[in-house]
T-cell receptor
Framework: NAGVTQTPKFRILKIGQSMTLQCTQDMNHNYMYWYRQDPGMGLKLIYYSVGAGITDKGEVPNGYNVSRSTTEDFPLRLELAAPSQTSVYFC???????????FGPGTRLLVL | KNEVEQSPQNLTAQEGEFITINCSYSVGISALHWLQQHPGGGIVSLFMLSSGKKKHGRLIATINIQEKHSSLHITASHPRDSAVYICAVSMDSNYQLIWGAGTKLIIKP
């Protein structure tokens, strides 16, 4: 099993551009999460999903959108990228909500 | 006041030393998590516990619910243990994880 995979690994965006961060898990987990981690800071929850078709906001959802059309995939969409969105983005999944989470390798995003 | 506080923020030790990292929280919780973030950035869950003590290899995690405190211990530390160790709690009220800022551990050979 690959676990949780994320693409791309690294991306540079210009201010105002849009992009989608991809996240896929092959563990048949219902629960999936998107976090951002700013330098020297802890993880902050952006959005989470409790199953296909069901998503909810986390602590810092502004500027992001998500969708969950399948159990496996949980893409994160950035509209109108801003320098404040420069961060490392982690996707995670779990068997039970808020229990042991399995993390992807992260996507490093730089907005200039 | 942060709801989850870790100490120390940074810790440098010699190979073989016994390591203790602390996590204090100020809210009621249903569970506490310890995770490890490698220098390359990858994050791995180490423990989830709601009471008592858990052990995995050279890692031991304890929690005292009454004192709202948890410790992560590493016995016979090794340079490959160098990483950031993160504490996170799942609150009683809405269950979203609250994350500590992490403790950066460096083990020198």
């Amino acid at each position: 099993n690959a676990g949780v995979t994320q693409t791309p690994k690294f991306r540079i965006l210009k201010i105002g551009q849009s992009m989608t961060l991809q996240c896929t898990q092959d563990m048949n987990h219902n629960y999936m999460y998107w976090y951002r981690q700013d330098p020297g800071m802890g993880l902050k929850l952006i959005y989470y999903s409790v199953g296909a078709g069901i998503t909810d906001k986390g602590e810092v959802p502004n500027g992001y959108n998500v969708s969950r059309s399948t159990t496996e995939d949980f893409p994160l969409r950035l509209e109108l990228a801003a320098p404040s969105q420069t961060s490392v983005y982690f996707c995670a999944s779990s068997w039970r909500i808020w229990e042991t989470q399995y993390f992807g390798p992260g996507t490093r995003l730089l907005v200039l | 006041k942060n709801e989850v506080e870790q100490s120390p923020q940074n810790l440098t030790a010699q190979e073989g030393e016994f390591i203790t990292i602390n996590c204090s929280y100020s809210v009621g919780i249903s569970a506490l998590h310890w995770l490890q973030q490698h220098p390359g950035g990858g994050i791995v869950s180490l423990f989830m516990l709601s009471s008592g003590k858990k052990k995995h290899g050279r890692l031991i995690a304890t929690i005292n619910i009454q004192e709202k405190h948890s410790s992560l211990h590493i016995t016979a530390s090794h340079p490959r243990d160098s990483a950031v160790y993160i504490c996170a709690v799942s609150m009683d009220s809405n269950y979203q994880l609250i994350w500590g800022a992490g403790t950066k551990l460096i083990i020198k050979p």
